[in-house]
Every structure is written in C-alpha cells, then in structure tokens.
Nanobody
Framework: QVQLVESGGGLVQPGGSLRLSCVASGFIFSSNGMSWYRQAPGKQREWVAHILSTRATHYVDSVKGRFTISRDNAKNTVYLQMNNLEPEDTAVYYC???????WGQGTQVTVSS
C-alpha cells in the first residue's frame, strides 16, 4: 500500500525559506521518479518539480532558481528546499511518484508578512 507523508510546511515571510520532506512507503522508492505538486486556494493542482531515479531534475518556470528538489533513497525521502519565497507560493504542497498514484494529506505553506 503506497503511503506518502509530507511535512515541513508553515508560515514564512516573503523572502524566507522552508524545506519540505516527504517520506514514501509501499513501493520501490529508489526506482521511481518523485514529484512535488501544489494547490493554491481556488486553483487546480499544479506540478512544481520532479527528480528522476537518475537524479535528473526539472522545475516549473515560476520556481526555477528558487526551489531545489533532492532525494535520499536510504530514507525513502524526497525534499523540496524553497528559498526566496513569494506570496504566490502559498499553497498545499504534495509529493507523489512519477507517474502519480494515491495522494497524501499535503503540507500547508503560507507566505505572508
């Protein structure tokens, strides 16, 4: 049974940083790409970044240069380091495998002064 547990969200001022974590279980983590998505209030969920099993990474244009995705296969964990946060980054952040399966509960990120 696939399980995804996101954590690390919170309230941060514009320009601040957060690191999100996602612990995965129920599948062979090291063999799968992993993605981060986000869903802002009143908007559709959007893809933010992914990291493949080869550790190749890709980002949506709006976060390039500010966000960094990484993984620790020994811990079945994928991370999202978010720097220089903007109010537009406010959303619930979710991780998932590539391609996506069941969703976790997400973690709330709020960027506000």
């Amino acid at each position: 049974q696939v399980q995804l547990v996101e954590s690390g969200g919170g309230l941060v001022q514009p320009g601040g940083s957060l690191r999100l974590s996602c612990v995965a279980s129920g599948f062979i983590f090291s063999s799968n790409g992993m993605s981060w998505y986000r869903q802002a209030p009143g908007k559709q969920r959007e893809w933010v970044a992914h990291i493949l099993s080869t550790r190749a990474t890709h980002y949506v244009d709006s976060v390039k240069g500010r966000f960094t995705i990484s993984r620790d296969n020994a811990k079945n964990t994928v991370y999202l380091q978010m720097n220089n946060l903007e109010p537009e980054d406010t959303a619930v952040y979710y991780c998932n495998s590539v391609p996506p399966g069941n969703w976790g509960q997400g973690t709330q990120v709020t960027v506000s002064s």
